[in-house]
């Protein structure tokens, strides 16, 4: 939420901190070549340019965003830590191919990780340090909210809870005239302090330092002539956006040519993410074909042996901007199914081939899939494609279920390695949604990878796959 309070100074901050990264990776090579005392600089510089896009690759260099709430800067220093160490990783790998591991000092090496980590952490805490303290009003004055309904009262437990800003609050303004000396809901309650025009006046004699306006829909003509009302006063004015926690929880500020526009619902591939998700697929879907087509072309032919009909059918699923795509999989039923009307897999199917429940069970039906991973269809990782029905059904009883739809489906994802699979029922696929737009709130390659590291234990043999 705090991402909102001051937008052009957040764009200023995500723009120096993807240097940031990149100077304290170059600045900590040097220290460690200098502490050493060596005098091949020829050798340990190309290592360090190779460094910055590796840990770019890895999911290092994210614009850090001015955080204040503790668990959301640890997020920030494990993404952070974790790339820097797939980077030395990485930078292990290329040398040990090149045969040069036992030109480069390990003792420099290990301060270069050392003074890597120490850096990117440390720059971090100073962020931290200098947009806390510079969130505190200056003359010590309190802050407000304009309006005493829920969004006010949400809004006002939010501020309370001291992760997003240190002014102290004094309360909030009634839209119309004061009818109680203090508002409550859930527990949590706060002194009316007047009406808007109390406002305005006490505003202009100094006495807040800040106004969150934070009225009711319905009070639009009020709310506009009460920020037009308030520029005559020395007050810092914000209007609290008129949307749901989830859907900020997604937010961020971007630049229309000049125009600042908040974007509440984005694909999280944007830009260099995009060859980096691309790049990805197309790697691990190769890999992956190369480890699984013999076992690919035994299961077709155990199901052309073992009951009438195709090895392989395809459904068609929404993919990316829910266009409609043809997902590919191995025949696990005696029914090929792909109407209107699609009846989900149960545990004891009486739809089920001979090596069908089998495949099921092992994930071994979602193999052809690479196909249309390499094609462009699916990715890896990303939430799971449902038939053309079922997203018919549940896009009406879930809310945000399409949001899934602004990435490619992947063939695993967050919501299959926490055992949320198949879609039997409303409650179980609102976990599987809810997972599934954390991903997407979160992503990047680190994520993927260790997806992808926890998808076989996870998938095969779950007692939800059927």
């Not at 790998?93 to 120490?118: M, N």
């Not at 630049?255 to 691309?278: M, Q």
């Not at 954390?438 to 997806?451: H, N, P, T, V």
Request: hydrophobic share 45%; net charge positive; glycine share 8%.
């Amino acid at each position: 939420m705090e991402r909102q309070l001051k937008p052009v100074r957040l764009q200023r901050v995500s723009a120096a901190s993807l240097c940031a990264d990149a100077i304290v990776i170059v600045l900590s090579l040097w220290l460690a070549y200098r502490l050493r005392g060596l005098d091949n600089a020829e050798l340990y510089l190309p290592a360090g340019l190779v460094a910055l896009p590796l840990y770019l690759l890895f999911g290092g260099g994210t614009p850090v965003r001015e955080r204040t709430a503790i668990r959301e800067l640890f997020q920030e220093i494990r993404v952070a830590l974790t790339a820097w160490a797939w980077t030395l990783a990485g930078l292990l790998v290329i040398a040990w191919t090149a045969k040069a591991t036992a030109d480069y000092s390990r003792l420099a090496v290990g301060f270069w990780a050392i003074f890597g980590a120490l850096g990117l952490v440390g720059w971090r805490l100073t962020l931290q340090f200098a947009t806390r303290h510079g969130r505190t009003s200056p003359t010590g004055a309190p802050a407000v909210i304009a309006g005493a309904g829920e969004r006010a009262l949400g809004f006002g437990r939010f501020l309370q809870s001291g992760a997003a800003f240190d002014a102290a609050l004094a309360g909030c303004f009634a839209e119309s005239e004061r009818t109680a000396e203090e508002v409550e809901s859930d527990g949590f309650s706060l002194p009316v302090l007047g009406n808007l025009e109390d406002l305005v006046e006490r505003a202009g004699k100094g006495e807040f330092s800040t106004v969150f306006v934070a009225m009711r829909p319905e009070a639009g003509d009020a709310c506009r002539r009460l920020v037009a009302a308030l520029c005559d006063t020395p007050v810092s004015v914000y209007i609290v956006p008129n949307t749901h926690a989830e859907e900020l929880a997604h937010a961020r500020w971007v630049d229309c040519g000049g125009l600042p526009l908040v974007s509440i619902f984005e694909t999280p591939y944007s830009g260099a993410n995009s060859w980096v998700k691309r790049t990805e697929d197309v790697v691990l879907a190769l890999l992956m074909l190369l480890v699984s087509a013999a076992p690919m072309l035994i299961i077709a032919a155990a199901i052309r042996l073992t009951s009438p009909g195709p090895a392989l059918f395809r459904q068609r699923r929404h993919g990316i901007d829910g266009r409609e795509i043809r997902v590919l999989k191995f025949r696990t039923m005696t029914v090929i199914e792909d109407g209107a009307d699609v009846r989900q897999a149960v545990r004891e199917d009486d739809r089920y081939t001979p090596i069908g429940k089998f495949l099921r069970r092992t994930s071994l039906d979602e193999l052809p899939q690479i196909y249309n991973v390499l094609r462009g269809d699916m990715s890896v990782v990303g939430p799971r494609p449902h038939a053309v029905s079922v997203n018919l059904q549940y896009r009406e009883l879930i809310p945000g279920y399409m949001l899934r739809h602004r990435v490619r489906p992947g063939i695993t994802g967050w919501a299959q390695i926490h055992g949320l699979r198949g879609s039997d029922s409303p409650e179980n696929m609102e976990k599987r949604v809810r997972y599934d737009l954390w991903y997407l709130a979160r992503w990047s390659l680190w994520l993927d990878l260790w997806i992808v590291a926890r998808s076989v234990p996870a998938l095969v043999g779950h007692r939800n796959a059927f």
